[in-house]
């Protein structure tokens, strides 16, 4: 069962089973129907942040009333007011500059390594999708 990092208190946390596998994600029509708001003309790159706001909610960096605030950006002229909290979950680069951080992130680990401390520290969490 993959882990979960914020409270889900609107009950937008879905699974998607495909064979063994489950995959956790965030529904924007959930989060609808639930009542924080109507999020049908945001744009899609803000719909992932908005999905990422909804991943992390813990009533202490990411409340309610932020993820509510999302669905009056339309109606505000495409400007929110409040500041919100985003914590990148995935990260995802062109090959020429990709390839860089990669070597960068293998140079760092390299160097851990050599100091005789453990590599996972560093890149524990980074997950590269080519």
Request: aromatic share 6%; glycine share 6%.
């Amino acid at each position: 069962m993959p882990i979960t990092v914020g409270r889900d208190t609107s009950k937008t946390r879905k699974t998607l089973r495909i064979d063994r596998t489950e995959i956790a994600y965030y529904s924007i029509p959930a989060a609808e129907a639930a009542g924080l708001g109507d999020f049908s003309k945001l744009p899609a790159a803000l719909k992932v942040v908005l999905e990422n706001m909804l991943r992390f909610e813990d009533g202490k960096t990411v409340h309610i009333d932020d993820i509510k605030a999302f669905s009056d950006w339309a109606k505000n002229g495409g400007k929110n007011p409040r500041e919100i909290a985003y914590r990148p979950a995935r990260v995802l680069m062109q090959d020429f500059t990709g390839v860089p951080a990669v070597v960068d992130l293998a140079a760092m680990r390299d160097g851990i390594v050599a100091q005789l401390a453990k590599p996972s520290r560093l890149i524990r969490s980074i997950r590269l999708i080519w």
